[in-house]
C-alpha cells in the first residue's frame, strides 16, 4: 500500500487503500464460523510500541501454542478501527494522524461502544475484514479455536480491556535506541516525521490530558525538536502509562524486555505462558530463529547480538545522547538495555 501524505481520507477512500486478499478474506469467514468456539479469556493479546518485536512475538507464539493471529486491530485500515475513530470524533484527521493514534480508556473497564466491541470481537477472531488477517499462514491455521492478537496502538485502553474481558496480556518493550534505529531502517521513518505529540497525548475530551498533562511544558518542547525526540518521548510516555495502569496488578499480565526475551529463548518463555496460565501446544517446544513478517531488510538474518546492539550502527552519537536524554526526563532510563 502506498503512502498517503498530507491528506485526509474518508472511510470509502480507506477501503479503496486496502489492498484485495483472497486469502484473508476467505481467513475471515472461516473465524466467523468458528468464534463461538473461542473463549476470549483464553485469547493472548501482545501489546508493544511500534519496532519492538511485537511481530517476531505473535509468530513465535502462535507455533508455540498452536493458534491463529490477528495483526492489528487497531490499524486505521481496520473496519472496526473506522468505527472507534468516529465515536472519538478524529476520523477527519489526515491517515498520518490516524497511524499513530492510541485510543484511550481511563475509566475501570471499558463502556459499550465501539471500542468495546473491537476488543470483543478481536478476542473471538470475529473483527471484521482482510487486512488484519494478511499475514496468515494458510486455512489451517484459520481453522486454529486458540488466538493470538497483537496491537502497538493499545496502550492507552489496554488495561480497562483486560479488566473487562479477562484476557491474559504479554506487553513487550525494547530498549527505545533500538526502536528509533529500526524505525530509520524501515519505510516506517515517514510516518513518524509527522507525530505530533500535542494532538495525540493532550487532546482534550476523553481524559488522556488527565494524566499526560503534568508533563505538557516537555511535550510541547519536544514537539518542536527533531522527529528522534518526539519518537523518543511517544515511546517513553506511552510506557509510563502502562506502568502506570498495572501498577500493583495481581492478575494474569507480564511486562518483559524484546532483549530478554531474544537472549534467554525457551526458558523465559515457558515462565511468562506459566504466568499468565496458557498451556504450549508441545510441552518441549523450540523458539524459531526465522525472522518475522515484518523485520526489515537490513535486519534479516541478524544474530541474536545484532538485533539487540546493532541500533549503535545505525544512530550517531547526538541521536543516543538525544534519546537517552529525552528517556531520562521521563523517568525511564531503567529500561535502556544495558540498565534492565
Not at 498517503?4 to 479503496?16: A, D, F, M, P, Y
Not at 483472497?22 to 476470549?40: K, Q, T, V, W
Not at 493532550?202 to 525538536?225: K, P, S
Not at 500493583?248 to 515462565?271: C, M, N, Q, V
Request: some cysteine.
Amino acid at each position: 500500500m502506498r503512502a498517503v501524505v498530507g491528506k485526509t481520507l474518508n472511510r470509502e477512500e480507506l477501503k479503496s487503500r486496502v489492498p484485495a486478499n483472497l486469502e484473508g478474506e476467505m481467513a475471515c469467514r472461516i473465524d466467523g464460523e468458528l468464534a463461538s468456539r473461542i473463549d476470549p479469556r483464553e485469547t493472548l493479546v501482545i501489546s508493544g510500541f511500534w519496532r519492538s518485536g511485537t511481530t517476531w512475538l505473535e509468530e513465535t507464539l502462535r507455533e508455540i501454542l498452536q493458534a491463529k493471529t490477528l495483526f492489528e486491530p487497531c490499524d486505521p485500515l481496520a473496519e472496526d478501527m473506522q468505527e472507534v475513530h468516529m465515536h472519538d470524533q478524529v476520523a477527519g484527521k489526515k491517515l498520518e494522524f490516524l497511524r499513530l493514534y492510541m485510543p484511550y480508556a481511563g475509566a475501570e473497564t471499558l463502556p459499550s461502544g465501539p471500542l468495546h466491541e473491537l476488543f470483543r470481537k478481536a478476542l473471538v477472531a470475529e473483527s471484521r475484514g482482510a487486512w488484519i488477517r494478511r499475514f496468515r499462514k494458510g486455512s489451517e491455521e484459520s481453522h486454529r479455536t486458540r488466538v493470538v492478537v497483537k496491537f502497538v496502538r493499545a496502550q492507552l485502553c489496554l488495561r480497562a480491556a483486560q479488566n473487562t474481558f479477562g484476557m491474559p496480556v504479554l506487553h513487550v518493550y525494547r530498549d527505545p535506541r533500538a526502536v528509533i534505529a529500526s524505525i530509520k531502517k524501515t519505510r516506517w521513518h515517514w510516518l513518524f516525521e509527522h507525530l505530533v505529540l500535542r494532538k495525540q497525548l493532550l487532546r482534550q475530551g476523553d481524559g488522556r490530558e488527565e494524566f499526560f498533562g503534568r508533563w505538557r511544558d516537555e511535550i510541547l518542547e519536544c514537539d518542536e525538536r527533531d522527529p528522534v525526540a518526539r519518537v523518543a518521548a511517544y515511546w517513553a510516555l506511552t510506557e509510563r502509562f502502562v506502568e502506570h495502569s498495572y501498577a500493583d496488578y495481581p492478575g494474569r499480565f507480564a511486562a518483559i524486555s524484546y532483549e530478554k526475551l531474544a537472549a534467554e529463548r525457551e526458558k523465559l518463555f515457558a515462565e511468562i505462558l506459566r504466568k499468565l496460565g496458557l498451556r504450549p501446544a508441545v510441552e518441549n517446544f523450540q523458539v524459531s530463529s526465522a525472522d518475522s513478517t515484518t523485520t526489515s531488510l537490513p535486519q534479516r538474518g541478524a544474530s541474536v547480538q545484532e538485533r539487540v546492539a546493532g541500533w549503535k550502527k545505525y544512530l550517531s552519537a547526538d541521536e543516543i545522547a538525544l534519546i537517552e536524554n529525552t528517556i531520562a526526563r521521563f523517568g525511564l532510563a531503567h529500561r535502556l538495555a544495558e540498565n534492565a
